[in-house]
């Protein structure tokens, strides 16, 4: 006489253990690795927004007989005003125009500042390219923002 070995049907421990930890494996990549793309689109959306304010600056430009209409300090340095005496954020750093990170508008650095060290600050210094520093008599616009995920974008205009 043979004794029947009857199977159960099912999963095993094994199997399940297994499923289960594959699971967590995926899920602890897609955990680390969204951080890191979150950052990467919000300086996606700071460098457009850069563009955007370097285009509205040489709209200006065009409609005013070539004149900017930054107010430069005696070292080169862009004030927080326009030449008009108003606040440069109301003329081009409106709402449509929020640091993605903080939700609030950006901020002009003030008097000595070209390298922006946090989110939502934008520095506007005359020169003659990214490198150098500011000049009075610098020939160029320098459009420098800082990038949350290390160091700044910059342009020359």
């Known amino acids: 006489m043979g004794h029947h070995v009857k199977k159960e049907k099912g999963f095993t421990i094994i199997e399940v253990v297994l499923v289960l930890a ?13 951080p ?8 996606q959306q700071r460098r457009t927004d850069l563009g955007r ?8 430009k065009g409609n005013n007989n070539g004149a900017t209409s930054f107010t430069f300090d005696a070292s080169g340095y862009a004030t ?8 440069l954020y109301q003329q081009y750093l409106d709402s449509k125009f929020s640091d993605p990170s903080a939700n609030t508008q950006y901020a002009i650095l003030g008097t000595g500042a070209i390298i922006p060290t946090a989110a939502k600050q934008i520095a506007i210094y005359k020169s003659s390219d990214c490198t150098a520093a500011a000049s009075a ?3 160029k616009i320098v459009f420098r923002m ?3 995920s290390g160091g ?3 342009q020359v205009n």
């Open 152 to 154: 700044y974008v910059c």
């Open 80 to 87: 927080a005003y326009d030449t008009g005496g108003n606040a």
């Open 137 to 139: 008599t610098g020939t």
């Open 22 to 34: 594959i699971a967590a494996l995926i899920f602890l990549i897609i955990f680390l690795a969204l």
């Open 36 to 43: 890191a793309l979150q950052r990467s689109q919000r300086d």
């Open 53 to 60: 304010i370097i285009a509205a600056s040489n709209h200006y």
């Open 146 to 148: 800082f990038l949350e």
